[in-house]
Structure formats: structure tokens, C-alpha cells
């Protein structure tokens, strides 16, 4: 039996690989899926099967960058609903990726004392989140900003979608550097 963190990681993985197969159709991400394949492998930790993630691999890959730059550059005006989904998923992957690249040590400390997680970087009443964490589609977003616009991602969530919507779209991978 699977616990809830398990669980809600492979989902997250699932989630992350839809998104890139659904992306291809309109967006080349070769150079993500390029970064993907070499830099995230199946693992353990602590007895719990999850991908883990070569963040000192990405953060040295020109194929990354390359990659966020695409994000920027990428005018989003006319995807369907599912490309949508797929590119911000993308995206907010990519993103956090980088954010965990960005910030490698614990910011409440005067030395350099390595993150265990995301929820390392920033500080309680400004964490990982509500940072920006880089350029999407020609605006500058937060983590927070990632999610809450797949919530409601205009105009392709209609007034009678809103209301009957009762699911909660996770977009994040669990991100725990080794």
C-alpha cells in the first residue's frame, strides 16, 4: 500500500509525461524532453518509488536554458484548452526545476546549508511559490500564478464549468534535491 506522498507523486510524474506527449503536437519540446530523459531517473527514498532529479546535470545542459528560453517566447493566444494545460504544466515543471536550481541553499541561515525540498527557498511569509519564477509566454510568473491560471485557465473555462468544477488540478512534480 502506497502512502498519500507516493501516491501523490507518481501522479505528479503522470501528470508531467502526459504534459510533454501532448505538448509535442504543437510545440517542439525536444530540448525538454531531451533534459527529461537524461537528467530524471526512477529512484528511492526512504522506501518510496519516485523520479529523481540531477538538478547539478540541468543546471550545466544548454538544453535546459534553451528550453526556458522557449517558454518565454512561446505566444500561448492560440492554444486549444488541452495545449494550454499541457504548455503551463510544462512550464510550471521547468520553472520549478530552475527555482531549485536557483536557490541551492537554505535563505535563513548566514552559511550555505543545503535545501532537502522546495520548501526550503524563501521564507514563511514568502516562500517558493509567491516568487517569480521566471518568463512564461512573455510575462513574468510566480509558481502560485502557474497554478491558479490552470485553475481557471481563460477563455477556456466557461461560467457553468466553474461551478460544477470540484478537482483541484496539481501541476508540480515533488521536488526533493538528493
Avoid at 505528479?12 to 502526459?18: A, G, K, Q, R
Avoid at 524532453?33 to 522506501?47: A, L, P, R
Wanted: charged content about 15%; some cysteine.
Amino acid at each position: 500500500s502506497r502512502t498519500p506522498r507516493a501516491q501523490k507523486a507518481m501522479m505528479l510524474l503522470i501528470l508531467l509525461f502526459v504534459a510533454i506527449a501532448n505538448a509535442s503536437n504543437f510545440l517542439n519540446v525536444s530540448t525538454w524532453n531531451e533534459v527529461t530523459g537524461k537528467y530524471i531517473h526512477t529512484g528511492q527514498m526512504q522506501d518510496i518509488e519516485l523520479h529523481v532529479v540531477d538538478y547539478e546535470g540541468i543546471s550545466r545542459d544548454p538544453a535546459f536554458k534553451t528550453f526556458l528560453s522557449v517558454l518565454r517566447s512561446t505566444n500561448t493566444s492560440g492554444f486549444s484548452r488541452n495545449e494550454t494545460y499541457a504548455f503551463f504544466i510544462n512550464a510550471y515543471n521547468a520553472l520549478a526545476i530552475d527555482m531549485i536550481i536557483q536557490h541551492p541553499c537554505k535563505t535563513d541561515t548566514s552559511r550555505c546549508s543545503p535545501i532537502k525540498s522546495i520548501w526550503d527557498i524563501g521564507s514563511l511569509l514568502h516562500p517558493a511559490w509567491t516568487m517569480m519564477a521566471g518568463n512564461v509566454g512573455g510575462e513574468n510568473r510566480s509558481l502560485d500564478d502557474i497554478e491558479n491560471y490552470l485553475r481557471n485557465p481563460k477563455p477556456f473555462v466557461l461560467q457553468s464549468e466553474q461551478a460544477d468544477q470540484n478537482t483541484y488540478i496539481v501541476t508540480h512534480l515533488s521536488l526533493v534535491p538528493p
